[in-house]
């Protein structure tokens, strides 16, 4: 089929990449020059395992394309997808002018029958309003414009696989032609297995928000729980595993840390709870989500002052800067809160990050990056760990010990055994267990 992707960033580049990797024609469209230049010769823009290789992969072949020419784009489109991003505005509302501009350009030139794809994650009602662009400004196709939401659950560091082996395809239609449409371009990947969920639009759009809000809802839980357990003298990942193993609870996203960071779980929480406010229902559990989330920041900042006792003076090595492992993205990271909160008691703060560092730097100024993990402890008095990198669990703790200028480990991730720090000898700050001082201090 053919198919056009308005939106090069993470979901409409990924996008792009999986309905070629079907078999389809895909043309990707941004009104981002500098973005479309780079993927015209085969560069991502930015950072995902796998996404480079199989977007000039699909290149080759012949299948993908790039242009800033919409209207070449949208010609021939029996698909159209609008992937374009929908940041929040200052009240936590999204923010969804790109998304109606998407709509008046598909509108003018895109053909009959054209099926548009609402991707992006928008408040429910969305799709009727976007239909209602589409006739406003095309009112001889009337009934020949559709609307289809297809909400997008891939997370990064792993997009490419989500978006070939999804678990589940979600297509909220209003005709026939929309669901079928939809049916022949996923064929593939439901012949491998995937489950296609058909529903209205209003029920796919409220289904992304409800699971984006449930999995941060998780992760709260279990961090409200390390906060008790840190004072039962209990430990929280014991006690996860304990809930985990009860099917009907299930154990992932039930990790204390440093919270949630990340482009979509902060911007969705918010707008699903402007967007229940609008529809006239309170829903304050959604603000605590978000309040315990803030908390697990502060609480790793004050097991730091406790370790440290005054920050100025004060040299603290961050090991990992990304919002999560396997991601250059630093947006909405709980690392750089809590770096940020450090740099503003007077720390020096040195970070160091397998991908991040660059992203980290541009974002946050203040902090100083260090090109190795040994670079970014030496002389550090105490040493966080902020994102769970596979690299960290496997770290030379004897070494580190050398590097550190005081043996103090606080693991804001929960990436090293307890009793294994105690033998090497640190003051260990876990999340959500017994705090280990040595004798020393
Ligand atoms: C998320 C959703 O998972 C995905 O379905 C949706 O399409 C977009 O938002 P993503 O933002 O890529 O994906 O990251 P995810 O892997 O879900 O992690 C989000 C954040 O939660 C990270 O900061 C991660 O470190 C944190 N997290 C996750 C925890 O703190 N504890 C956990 O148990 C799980």
Redesign the pocket.
Known sequence: MNVTVMGTGHVGLVTSVALASLGHDVIGTDVDEKKISLLQQGISPFFEPGLEEALVGEMEVGRLSFTVEAPRALRDAEVVFICVGTPARADGEANLLAVERSASVIAVNGRDGTVVVEKSTVPAGTAERLLRVLRFERPDLIDEIEVVSNP??????QAVEDALHPDRILVGARSVHGFETMRRLFEPLVRDGSRLIETDMATAELAKHAC?AF?ALK?SF?NALARICERADADVTAVVDVMGSDPRIGRA???A?L????F??PKDLQAFERLAARLGYDFPLLREVERINGEAVEATFDKVKDALWNLEDKRIALLGLS??PNTDDVRFSPALALAGRLLDEGATVVGYDPWAAANAKSELPGLEVASTADDAMEGAHCMVVCTDWDDFRSLDLRRARGLLAHPIVVDGRNVFDPDKMKAEGFVYYGTGRATHRASAH
Do not use: M, P, V
Not at 259 to 262: A, K, R
């Open positions: 997008e659950f891939l997370r990064e560091g984006n999995l992760i279990a996203f039930l990790d840390g919270g949630y960071g990340g979509c779980f919002f999560k």
